[in-house]
């Protein structure tokens, strides 16, 4: 089993929807938790932390469930703009080695 | 507001060849990491430094080797080239939390 896993997609949405993407990790232990963002063919850029209580900027809501061992990413109002892979990253331990990178999901969203 | 550089972008070797790929950050960032990202794969850290002068193993660290001469480059070196190394190279600077990366563009290298 992976540590972090993440369904590829593709999500096709239309514009104006909400989509949520969810991510699994296996390690209980596992500390701090982020959504990264990463465009076609460029480089990857933090989109959010995820906190314990769930945080929210703008469109975007992130959620951790630390029982089932999921985190969450809502989009609410969807922009063109917003079509992207999103990769889930988790922490676990301390160190550089510590960060895990899920393979990331897909979204497409469409006019 | 260059943040983190790559040199060179895109590269094609042939097997056994040596290449390296240069890095460089402005934000006067303690660590540098290099990562390799494939096709339905999460980006596998190689090699990572926590500071001028020190370097560490990563995931995936076979084949590679890296150095940290000044604090704002990391270079990562392929010796003997082989089509498995094959990838997208992306560089990553952080302060503090190793959750805030900034990563450069990428370097598309092809190993024929």
């Known amino acids: 089993r992976k540590e972090v896993e993440q369904d590829p997609g593709p999500f096709n949405v239309p514009e104006g929807a909400t989509v949520a993407f969810n991510c699994t990790y296996s390690?209980?232990?596992?500390?701090?938790f982020f959504w990264y963002r990463q465009d076609c063919r460029k480089e990857p850029k933090l989109l959010m932390s995820v906190y314990s209580s769930g945080n929210e900027d703008g469109r975007f809501t992130a959620q951790l469930n630390r029982a089932s061992q999921y985190i969450s990413l809502l989009i609410r109002d969807s922009k063109l703009s917003d079509s992207a892979t999103y990769l889930c990253?988790?922490?676990?331990?301390?160190?550089?080695?510590?960060?895990?990178f899920g393979s990331g999901t897909r979204l497409q969203v469409q006019p | 507001n260059a943040g983190v550089t790559q040199t060179p972008k895109f590269r094609v070797l042939k097997t056994g060849q040596s290449m390296t790929l240069l890095c460089a950050q402005d934000m006067n960032h303690e660590y540098m990491y290099w990562y390799r990202q494939d096709p339905g794969m999460g980006l596998r850290l190689i090699h990572y430094?926590?500071?001028?002068?020190?370097?560490a193993k990563g995931e995936v660290p076979d084949g590679y080797n890296v150095s940290r001469l000044k604090k704002q480059n990391f270079l990562l070196g392929l010796e003997s080239a082989a089509p498995s190394q094959t990838s997208v190279y992306f560089c990553?600077?952080?302060?503090?939390?190793?959750?805030?990366?900034?990563f450069g563009e990428g370097s598309r290298l092809t190993v024929l």
């Open positions: 990253v988790v922490q676990t331990g301390t160190g550089r080695r510590a960060l895990t």
């Open positions: 990553a600077s952080s302060n503090l939390s190793p959750g805030e990366l900034f």
């Open positions: 430094s926590v500071g001028e002068g020190t370097t």
């Open positions: 390690n209980s232990a596992s500390q701090s």
